[in-house]
């Protein structure tokens, strides 16, 4: 394959080209996205399961074979709910760990403990770090793609272990170790990344790594501005007091907002208990499961969509157009439900396959647009000085409004019922004007010069007094 030079933005040129090694690469980290996936989707599978609940739920397994029971009540359970959020309180705490684990150790080394204790902060990172700036979206949404399809495993693999009785659930659950032990052995084939070297001063192993990965010699524009970046980021002693600098304010805002957002368009919530939304619509278990895989073969494809188009389309493009895909879609599965769907009653078959085609509308938007890119654009904005604490930032956000929806859902789908769909529509529509208004596009602009961005953009070029006052000082 011939390089490619691939321009800056500035009077800088960058070359290099797409290497098998790069894509054998984040092939291998993106497995970290098996593990996250499957986690979402086996608890909704299991939960649903009638032995799971019977051992472990008795009330819930009571309720739900009550023949007048509410059908927006069925699951209502804190304790079924904490079940699936447990695992994101925990995330939260770890993703922190890794930051710091990132900068001492470097992210393969993280990689390989988190295919033990399942960290998964390091991953997005990796994938930024080695991609060519014209195509770090695609390579970087690998990610989300395997994210897509360990949910779409699992639910494969509910489908068929939910009729085996009484054991089923525990086959689901153990499997969870299998993207975990590809991970583990992945990650000592996989090589660092420049950055991290550079960062560890190991600059020769740097420079060659840098070679290897962009598959030429001429790479020496590149080299220096990691260097120049290393240089800066090592002047920081306290890369998590940094972040509360005014300077830090754009990326911070932003890459937490974009967790906060992807959480509340709704999405996991409706992953995480598909099959049980779908027995609340009056499908039979089998049914329910059936529907969750094919929203996950939606899932899947439409991610691919993503990978093709995010750095050609954009990322604000994919992200606005979703938001009308995703709001038209909630408001019509809300207004079915509200007209349709009562407390004791079944909705008419033609309604619910309708709810489904337009579940998969919803999620099809969502996984080319708020899935990936909300790991994406913050593992790309951050000056590598503040890199690898403000992506824990966003990771520990995700983590804690995945456990606030998780554990909140069924509940609010008992009180609020369908209106819970007009109550995540309401906030795609705040989420889109964010994206007109406080997001730049960040497509083709090489990670560590991401800075220029913000001292353009109309709103945050305010918080960036900071730096050139700094920069008229040193001359």
């Keep these: 394959m011939p390089a490619v030079v691939v321009s800056s933005g ?40 009638d032995d799971f609940l019977e051992r472990f739920f008795p009330k819930v397994f009571e309720r739900k074979h009550m023949a007048k029971e509410n059908n927006y009540c069925k699951f209502d359970n804190q304790n079924l709910q904490l079940f699936t959020s447990s695992l994101y309180l925990a995330a939260l705490v770890s993703s922190f760990i890794a930051s710091k684990v990132c900068t001492k150790c470097g992210r393969k080394i993280t990689m390989q403990a988190a295919s033990i204790f399942f960290l998964l ?16 979206g695609a390579l970087n949404i690998l990610f989300q793609l395997d994210v897509t399809i360990g949910i779409f495993v699992a639910n494969i693999v509910n489908y068929f272990v939910a009729n085996i009785h009484p054991w089923g659930w525990r086959l689901a659950l153990g499997l969870a170790g299998v993207p975990a032990i590809m991970l ?16 560890r001063e190991m600059l020769t192993e740097g420079l060659a790594m840098l070679k290897k990965i962009r598959g030429v010699d001429n790479v020496q524009a590149e080299y220096e501005e990691l260097l120049h970046a290393s240089e800066m980021a090592r002047q920081v002693e306290n890369p998590f007091k940094n972040l509360m600098k005014r300077s830090s304010r754009p990326q911070l805002v932003i890459a937490i907002s974009m967790q906060i957002f992807q959480q509340f368009t709704g999405i996991n919530a409706i992953m995480f208990y598909a099959p049980v939304l779908f027995q609340t619509m009056g ?4 049914a329910s499961l059936l529907s969750a ?12 969509v993503s990978v ?3 750095d050609k389309a954009g990322r604000r493009f994919l ?39 337009l579940v998969c509308l919803y999620v099809a938007s969502f996984a080319w647009s708020w899935g990936p890119l909300g ?56 989420m889109g004007l964010f994206v007109i208004f406080l997001l730049p596009e960040t497509k083709n602009i090489p990670i560590d010069e991401m800075t220029e961005v913000w001292k353009q953009h109309w709103f945050w070029k305010r918080f960036m007094d900071e730096d050139t006052k700094d920069e008229k000082a040193k001359n």
């Design 10 to 49: 500035g009077d800088k040129q960058f070359e290099g080209k797409i290497t098998v090694y790069v894509v054998i690469c984040g092939i291998i980290a993106a497995t970290g996205g098996l593990m996250f996936g499957y986690d979402i989707g086996i608890s909704g599978g299991v939960t649903s399961m």
């Design 121 to 136: 902060g390091a991953v997005p990172l990796f994938l930024s770090e080695i991609a060519p700036v014209h195509l770090r």
């Design 184 to 199: 583990c052995f992945g990650s000592f084939i996989i090589a660092e990344t420049p950055t991290s070297l550079i960062e």
């Design 283 to 286: 499908f039979k278990n089998d």
């Design 293 to 304: 895989v094919i929203t996950g073969i939606v899932n899947v494809l439409s991610t691919i």
């Design 308 to 310: 093709v188009l995010v």
């Design 319 to 357: 992200l606005l157009e979703a938001c009308v895909q995703m709001f038209i879609t909630q408001v019509a599965i809300g207004g079915i439900l509200l007209v349709n769907l009562k407390s004791t009653n079944e909705i008419d078959h033609t309604l619910a396959t309708w709810v489904v085609v």
């Design 375 to 430: 790991w994406l654009i913050p593992s790309e904005i951050f000056p590598l000085s503040t890199r690898t604490a403000g992506f824990a930032f966003a990771v520990s956000s995700n983590m804690f409004f995945t456990f606030v929806i998780a554990q909140a859902f069924l509940s609010m789908m008992c009180h609020m019922r369908a209106g819970i769909f007009f109550f995540f529509g309401a906030w795609i529509v705040v």
